[in-house]
């Protein structure tokens, strides 16, 4: 298993909330990445980073932002919390060099606005 | 998008038969990945198969590409119940900046 490390798991959280996941690796990886998965199990790209100060929007139009300020951090945060935001939010890292790299997963995070 | 597209949805096998699993993407790609996803948890990379390669092997895993058809497979020989997860192929363009997702193959593998 890589090591990079998503919290919280499980977040039910109510609308209008300001909420941040947080995404941590240590294998200093330079790319990071959002993906958000579908119920339906697929998965869209909504913010990527080539490195500190790099960030990105996906393919996946998202409301979300995120922030790059350390090579092992990549916060993701939502600053008004909406139902349509529900969601699994997978966080992602691969090595400097050429995007043929694999991509190394977090768990997850489950989050539910009601 | 050039998301590939992952074939069947869903796959019901016993232990011990072959599972295969078929991707079709739309554009030319550099490589193609496929990872592994548990329930609950996040993906997993399994194997890599690059544009000028046509067959490759990892284990119990045997990956073929055919670029003229815009295809991959994935046979997983001899299952088990541990090889119970969703399935997925990620493409990855000669332009492109990340890996593009299908929608994936649920496999259950039952005793």
């Known amino acids: 298993e890589a090591d990079i490390y998503q919290t919280p798991r499980y977040l039910v959280i109510g609308t209008g909330k300001k909420i941040t996941l947080e995404c941590s690796q240590t294998?200093?990886?330079?790319?990071m990445y959002w993906y958000q998965q579908d119920p339906g199990m697929e998965l869209h790209l909504i913010h990527y980073?080539?490195?500190?100060?790099?960030?990105e929007k996906g393919d996946l139009s998202s409301e979300s932002t995120v922030s790059r300020i350390r090579t092992e951090h990549f916060p993701l945060t939502l600053e008004s919390a909406r139902p349509s935001h529900t969601s699994q939010y997978l966080c992602?890292?691969?090595?400097?060099?050429?995007?043929?790299?694999?991509?190394?997963f977090g768990n997850g995070t489950r989050l539910t606005v009601t | 998008s050039q998301q590939g597209e992952e074939d069947p949805q869903a796959l019901s096998i016993q232990e011990g038969e072959n599972a295969t699993m078929n991707c079709s993407y739309k554009?030319?790609?550099?490589?193609l990945q496929w990872y592994r996803q548990n329930s609950g948890r996040g993906l997993v990379h399994l194997i890599l198969?690059?544009?000028?390669?046509r067959e490759k092997h990892s284990g119990r895993l045997r990956v073929t590409l055919d670029t003229s058809k815009k295809s991959s497979s994935l046979l997983i020989t001899a299952s088990r119940a541990a090889d119970t997860a969703s399935y997925f192929c990620?493409?990855?363009?000669?332009?492109?900046?990340?890996?593009?997702f299908g929608k994936g193959t649920s496999l259950l593998v039952t005793p």
């Open positions: 992602a890292s691969s090595e400097r060099g050429q995007w043929n790299s694999p991509l190394h």
């Open positions: 294998m200093g990886h330079d790319k």
């Open positions: 980073s080539y490195g500190v100060n790099s960030t």
């Open positions: 554009t030319s790609i550099n490589n």
């Open positions: 198969i690059r544009s000028n390669e």
């Open positions: 990620a493409t990855m363009s000669n332009s492109g900046y990340a890996l593009n």
